[in-house]
Nanobody
Framework: QVQLVESGGGFVQAGGSLRLSCAAS????????MAWFRQAPGQGREVVGA????????YFGDSVEGRFTISRDNASTTVVRQMNSHKPEDTAVYSC???????????????????WGQGTQVTVSS
């Protein structure tokens, strides 16, 4: 089992950059594929990026392609989301999630992620 805690949310101006971190506690962090999801008011949860167990494979959602990077450090059990050129439509609650995997691959299906953080609000002002 793994526990996840996000940090770094807040207000950002349109065009600005923001870095979110997800700290994981528990055992065998490197066994988990990690992802960032977001949910805007009145909308469903959307995957924005995912990274495989050892970082060899990544995925980015179409809405953030070219503006979003995801990285992980298995030694410090953290996952970082860096996003640039924020748009007002990026306003959402961002959550990190973990999926126990036996291969070094990513998953974009939120139903496969069993462990979730509490989320952190990102608000983009125009």
């Amino acid at each position: 089992q793994v526990q996840l805690v996000e940090s770094g949310g807040g207000f950002v101006q349109a065009g600005g950059s923001l870095r979110l971190s997800c700290a994981a506690s528990g055992r065998a962090f490197s066994r988990y594929t990690m992802a960032w999801f977001r949910q805007a008011p009145g909308q469903g949860r959307e995957v924005v990026g995912a990274i495989s167990r050892w970082g060899s494979d990544t995925y980015f959602g179409d809405s953030v392609e070219g503006r979003f990077t995801i990285s992980r450090d298995n030694a410090s059990t953290t996952v970082v989301r860096q996003m640039n050129s924020h748009k007002p439509e990026d306003t959402a609650v961002y959550s990190c999630a973990a999926d126990l995997k036996y291969t070094d691959s990513v998953s974009m299906n939120l139903n496969e992620y069993a462990y979730w953080g509490q989320g952190t609000q990102v608000t983009v002002s125009s």
